[in-house]
């Protein structure tokens, strides 16, 4: 308890700090938001500071389809703002050359508090998690030190990382960390649900709500844990009863226990991120729980949360269902949706 109001403090001085230097040079405060409600993050924040110029440059890039070796792919092209920065509308992502990947696109909010990232776990360094789609010969098509490359070549970039970073010189760490600002900048915490547990503006929930909590605390915990509502774990929820098409974290780590296993996925604002699952299979929040109350198919890394007395799955009434349905809405957060800050110019 100690250790985090002391952290806690040095925050709240961190962002004096930057509100004041920013109130100086007349540019907007800008830093990432730790919700009271959120456990500390993972990412070492004093380690890439961000700043109004940082995250700027990082937007730039975001939305810059220089990233790919055509130029007409960009980050945001899967990660759409709107959509709780992912893919609204395609089973699975479209890259370069209208090239279809395997996986849906996972939601980029809250990946201050991740560890291992992509649906795979194969990224363990956030400021790496670029290198993952620029090099994806189906996603961009391009390589980290093409795109710097060819950065260099834009004065306005230049400008940019000298404003950032205090040199005109553009390196793969300039570049990384930039974007890793304006992503880290992606916290959605300000949903009906967290209004209601941090006791603001009055907020409570109906009875299907609350009912729908207790549903979720008791029959979903064990993967979407704490209010960040994942434990960033890999597990195998039994879409499949075989894995030719993908293999998941097996891919990564080449141990037979973890074939078919994927990351769990936050449950924050899934009325704006449809389709559901790593293949985008489900396009509504019944078909997901339909899976899971009789659609669970045994396999030998079959998670153990979904195995009771030889039955797979999760026991749920159809008004059960109806009850999780009402409390997930909770979880949406329309103000980040809505912030323009994030989204596309």
């Not at 749920?316 to 957060?333: C, N, P, R, Y």
Request: charged share 20%; glycine share 6%; with cysteine.
């Amino acid at each position: 308890m100690q250790k985090r109001l002391i952290y806690i403090c040095y925050l709240l001085c961190y962002v004096l700090l930057m509100s004041a230097c920013d109130k100086s040079s007349d540019k907007p405060a800008i830093g990432v938001l730790l919700p009271v409600n959120f456990p500390e993050p993972v990412y070492n924040l004093a380690a890439n500071p961000v700043s109004w110029d940082g995250f700027q440059l990082g937007k730039s890039l975001f939305y810059d389809p220089i990233l790919s070796k055509d130029n007409s792919v960009s980050c945001g092209s899967c990660h759409i703002a709107t959509s709780a920065f992912t893919q609204h509308g395609h089973t699975v992502s479209h890259g370069i050359n209208d090239q279809l990947g395997k996986r849906n696109s996972l939601s980029l909010v809250n990946l201050a508090w991740g560890k291992d990232f992509f649906w795979d776990g194969g990224v363990h360094n956030f400021d790496l998690v670029a290198f993952n789609p620029i090099q994806n010969p189906v996603e961009m098509d391009e390589t980290v030190a093409n795109v710097i490359v060819k950065l260099q070549q834009i004065s306005a970039y230049k400008q940019q990382f000298k404003a950032a970073f205090g040199s005109e010189e553009i390196t793969t760490q300039t570049f990384t960390k930039a974007l890793s600002q304006f992503m880290l900048c992606m916290v959605s915490a300000n949903s009906k649900y967290d209004q209601y547990v941090r006791k603001e503006n009055n907020i409570t929930l109906t009875t299907d709500e609350l009912d729908g909590l207790a549903l979720v605390k008791a029959k979903c915990s064990n993967c979407h844990a704490t209010d960040l509502f994942t434990d960033g774990s890999f597990r195998n929820n039994g879409l499949s009863s075989s894995f030719e098409k993908d293999m998941g974290r097996y891919n990564v780590t080449l141990m037979p226990e973890d074939m078919g296993k994927f990351k769990v996925p936050t449950l924050r604002n899934l009325t704006y991120s449809t389709p559901y699952m790593h293949d985008g299979r489900f396009t509504t929040l019944e078909q997901v729980l339909n899976h899971y109350s009789s659609g669970v198919k045994a396999t030998a890394t079959l998670d153990s949360t979904l195995l009771n007395n030889g039955t797979t799955g999760i026991a749920l009434s159809d008004g059960e269902k109806q009850h999780i349905i009402a409390f997930l809405k909770t979880l949406d957060d329309e103000s980040f949706i809505r912030d323009k800050r994030f989204q596309e110019e």
